[in-house]
């Protein structure tokens, strides 16, 4: 049991800061701190910021993105190619794929994964949603970005199975060495399915 | 030059996320996208707490401690015993101390260290504030608990000089090895240290 050292206030705000992921009770005291020095320059913008963000962020109806508009700004760029689907597990997988900057695309995002364990099953992810995208007939090819888990796998194949009366091509990520990977730090079946799928040089 | 990927209010608050310590660019991202899933649990509260903090939160009047009172919770506190005073640089340091809960006390809040080339002189530190509360007579004991740098050190010797006409005892924080800490690891001025001020076994 440790003594109050500041009003109930900051204390809240370093409970609440504890729970931000990358944050533990011990740096959430050290951000707070920060935050309070720097009263005008980061508290004062960042909790103006958040207000905002609390009420202008929605759901995007279209492909489950998170944006402040709906249809997001994804799904509302003309520049994309609306040919090409890319589905995902989460909100944060889209950004890491559009950080890599590789496909002028868009996205759907399913929610999670199938896991009956937890009593996620179709109903529970954005599946319904995605046949219905593709089922208009625009979309020509889904390319599968789910994680290389066992229960993105499952989602992955039910998801096939789900499109296979479609007239879409349904394809994956490739498996193989990271860039910048080290062969002797790869499990097995990384470097098996690199071999496998070895390209000419 | 990355696309956007999400309306300005979610960028800045990305933006700002990322000035918290702790955080990066990166975390801030994940930190960002946690938040606006967490609406309702963590973003909302974490959004009113700040701004609560940012209405109330004041530096105390007498010690220079960051509170939502004036005086601080720790300055009000009638069962702190007002003979001795710990002299810090900064909040954390108090804070840091407070969790240790080692004693009962007050404690005077520099915030920071003499640093003549920074143009941080005896003005600029709350040096009047600590001769003015010794001066009134109720303060015994001053615990110079300055961190063990040169800049700290300098601090502790200028303030030893200040205080040196009053009727105070000036001491301050042990030398020696850390709790836990193993010797090889230790650099030699604190071996050396802790050598020369052995205690009885």
């Given at each position: 049991m440790s003594k109050r050292i500041a009003g109930p206030e900051i204390e809240r705000l370093i409970q609440l800061l504890?729970?931000?992921?990358?944050?533990?009770p011990r740096s959430a005291r050290r951000a707070a701190l920060h935050l309070i020095k720097k009263k005008d320059q980061l508290l004062?913008?960042?909790?103006?910021?958040?207000?905002?963000?609390?009420d202008k962020v929605r759901v995007c109806s279209t492909c489950g993105n998170v944006d402040t508009a709906d249809p997001?700004?994804?799904?509302?760029?003309?520049?994309?190619?609306?040919?090409?689907?890319?589905?995902?597990?989460?909100?944060?997988?889209?950004?890491a794929l559009e950080r890599a900057s590789a496909m002028n695309v868009r996205?759907?995002?399913?929610?999670?994964?199938?896991?009956?364990l937890d009593g996620i099953g179709p109903d529970q992810l954005n599946i319904r949603s995605l046949v219905d995208r593709v089922s208009a007939g625009e979309v020509k090819e889904?390319?599968?970005?789910v994680n290389a888990t066992v229960e993105g796998q499952t989602t992955a194949h039910y998801l096939t199975d789900q499109l296979s009366g479609l007239?879409?091509?349904v394809t994956r990520l490739a498996h193989g060495v990271p860039v910048g990977g080290e062969l002797d730090y790869l499990?097995?079946?990384?470097?098996?399915?690199?071999?496998?799928?070895?390209?000419a040089f």
């Open positions: 504890a729970k931000v992921p990358g944050l533990g004062g913008p960042l909790a103006a910021a958040m207000g905002e963000a609390l997001c700004i994804i799904c509302s760029d003309p520049r994309r190619d609306p040919a090409t689907l890319i589905v995902v597990e989460d909100v944060s997988d889209l950004w996205y759907h995002v399913l929610g999670g994964t199938l896991s009956p889904v390319i599968l970005a007239d879409v091509k499990d097995e079946g990384t470097l098996a399915a690199a071999l496998k799928s070895r390209t």
